[in-house]
């Protein structure tokens, strides 16, 4: 289905589920004021319609990737985490520290902001790295191994960890910690925008940081809505 600025409120309120809830967050009347264009209530509201239609897009994206994942098997939704997520996270993570180092030290005195981004962006690949490891080392076999004693009906170890609700308790904290570093980016960058005569540099650097948070938002979607409720219950019903 495809999403527009011109379609009205209350026909995405309908046709979009969840949008409702994005909405309401964003404080758009979809009920009594639904029949104005989207574009028209973003004005309103003092939103950018771009911005919303792609907050949208990602809406319809999770829903539609949740009910696939929810009928396929956990070592199968696993493996597309490593795949789609784990290795773009390590690649953009190496890449862009060296293109925020280097646009840093050129605008730095013009845009402050840029040091205080730098340190977050070091943060957060300094907590990331160990945090992928550990999903890949202990928590995702663990997961994937769960799923195929259930599957074989055969009696399972119990883990060192006792039950796979305390890696995944971590996990979380850790996914809050990241969400909370990218939101400063965000906010410090005015939502990444490209400053009036910056540099193809700059430009890019923005660009990419706004698609690393855009995935990172659904790596961890995946994980925490997903992977984790279905690990937890296998768990429990076995």
């Known amino acids: 289905m495809e999403i527009t600025p011109t379609k009205t409120v209350r026909e995405l309120a309908v046709e979009v589920p969840g949008s409702t809830r994005l909405f309401e967050k964003l404080g758009i009347d979809y009920c009594c004021g639904g029949a104005v264009s989207l574009e028209t209530a973003c004005a309103v509201a003092g939103l950018s319609a771009e911005t919303v239609v792609s907050s949208l897009e990602?809406?319809?994206?999770?829903?539609?990737?949740?009910?696939?994942?929810?009928?396929?098997?956990?070592?199968?939704?696993?493996?597309?985490?490593?795949?789609?997520?784990?290795?773009?996270?390590?690649?953009?993570?190496?890449?862009?520290?060296?293109?925020?180092?280097?646009?840093?030290?050129?605008y730095r005195e013009n845009h402050p902001e840029l040091q205080r981004i730098q340190t977050l962006f070091r943060q957060l690949?300094?907590?990331?790295?160990?945090?992928?490891?550990?999903?890949?080392?202990?928590?995702?076999?663990?997961?994937?191994?769960?799923?195929?004693?259930?599957?074989?009906?055969?009696?399972?170890?119990?883990?060192?960890?006792g039950t796979v609700r305390n890696p995944i308790r971590m996990m979380m904290i850790e996914h809050d910690a990241a969400g909370d570093l990218l939101r400063e980016m965000r906010d410090l960058s005015s939502g990444f925008s490209i400053?009036?005569?910056a540099c193809v540099s700059f430009q890019t650097l923005y660009r990419d940081l706004e698609a690393l948070e855009r995935d990172l938002h659904q790596h961890i979607h995946l994980e925490n809505n997903i992977l984790f409720p279905r690990a937890i219950d296998m768990e429990s019903a076995a």
């Open 195 to 197: 400053p009036e005569g």
């Open 125 to 161: 690949k300094s907590e990331l790295m160990p945090h992928m490891q550990k999903e890949e080392a202990i928590l995702f076999p663990y997961i994937s191994e769960l799923e195929d004693v259930v599957s074989r009906s055969a009696l399972r170890a119990k883990p060192f960890f």
């Open 58 to 106: 990602q809406v319809e994206q999770e829903r539609a990737e949740a009910g696939e994942f929810n009928e396929t098997s956990l070592t199968a939704l696993i493996s597309y985490i490593l795949e789609k997520h784990h290795g773009f996270t390590r690649q953009e993570l190496d890449r862009l520290e060296p293109l925020l180092d280097k646009v840093c030290s050129v």
